[in-house]
């Protein structure tokens, strides 16, 4: 009668236990560090953002202003700092101030 066959269930959960004991090593450095990184996050999206204002205009006059100078600035070839420069330069022109 012959034997049967035995394989072993490690080779198909886990082919290279070398993978797995790297994680294992470095999960303790992510456990350390996911809170920190959660809390840059955090405080990068809460924190207040300026914008263009001026005395006596509405946020639709501001919002118009800002849609007018875009298209002024256009789909040009420029880069981003370029544009926001652009961008500042017009509503600044037009009486509008970056406001906390």
């Known amino acids: ?7 072993d269930q490690r080779l198909f959960c ?3 236990d070398s993978l797995t004991s790297i994680r294992d090593a470095h999960m303790p450095t992510l456990r350390l560090a996911l809170p920190f990184l959660l809390a ?6 809460a924190a207040p953002q300026a914008q263009w204002g001026k005395d006596g205009t509405s946020s639709t006059q501001v919002h ?9 600035i256009g789909m040009s070839d420029k880069s981003d700092n370029e544009k926001r420069g652009l961008m500042q330069f017009c509503m600044e022109r ?4 970056l406001q906390p």
Do not use: H, Q, S, V
Not at 1 to 7: A, V
Not at 40 to 45: D, E, V
């Open 64 to 72: 118009n202003a800002y849609a007018g100078c875009r298209y002024e």
């Open 94 to 97: 037009d009486g509008f101030r």
């Open 1 to 7: 009668m012959k034997k049967p066959l035995i394989i």
């Open 14 to 16: 886990c082919p290279n």
């Open 40 to 45: 840059g996050l955090l405080t990068a999206c």
